[in-house]
């Protein structure tokens, strides 16, 4: 079962992680500008508020992994077997009750951390990254 803070956490790693991914993009010179860094996501308190910081981070989030995508298709970087990242969508959710809710985050963050690790895993293979 997922907390209000384990997929904060999540999302916060996500957001580090898709910076990193930019800023090795400025370093090789395929784009001039990294993103704004989203701030990190610290609730205290199961309330509107947080559900609502909760559900903007995962738009930038996903916003963010899909101009990376957008981007390796540009410069045609593929995996070892040739194969593209594909992005991803978010739309909220209609779940209701706080764990449903949490729940349906965390299987939309296993999504999300699935295509960041390819991209990363694209990058090392292109020498974007050093491991």
Same mark, same amino acid.
């Given at each position: 079962?997922?907390?209000? *803070? ?20 400025? =370093? ?24 609502? *910081?909760? %559900? ?5 989030? #996903? ?10 298709g540009q410069y045609k ?6 194969? #593209? ?21 965390d299987a939309k963050l296993? %999504? ?5 690790? =390819?991209?990363?895993?694209?990058? =090392?293979? *292109?020498?974007?990254? #050093?491991?």
């Amino acid at each position: 079962m997922a907390t209000l *803070n384990s997929v904060t956490t999540r999302l916060n790693a996500g957001s580090t992680n898709t910076q990193a991914l930019f800023t090795a993009l400025q =370093k090789m010179a395929l784009i001039d500008s990294v993103p704004t860094a989203q701030s990190l996501l610290t609730p205290t308190e199961y309330n509107d508020v947080a559900f609502l *910081n909760i %559900e903007n981070a995962f738009y930038l989030l #996903k916003n963010n992994i899909n101009y990376l995508v957008r981007i390796s298709g540009q410069y045609k970087l593929v995996d070892l077997m040739g194969d #593209k990242p594909t992005g991803v969508s978010f739309y909220g959710t209609n779940e209701s009750g706080v764990s449903a809710v949490l729940d349906s985050y965390d299987a939309k963050l296993d %999504e999300f951390e699935t295509t960041i690790n =390819k991209l990363t895993e694209i990058f =090392k293979l *292109n020498g974007f990254i #050093k491991e």
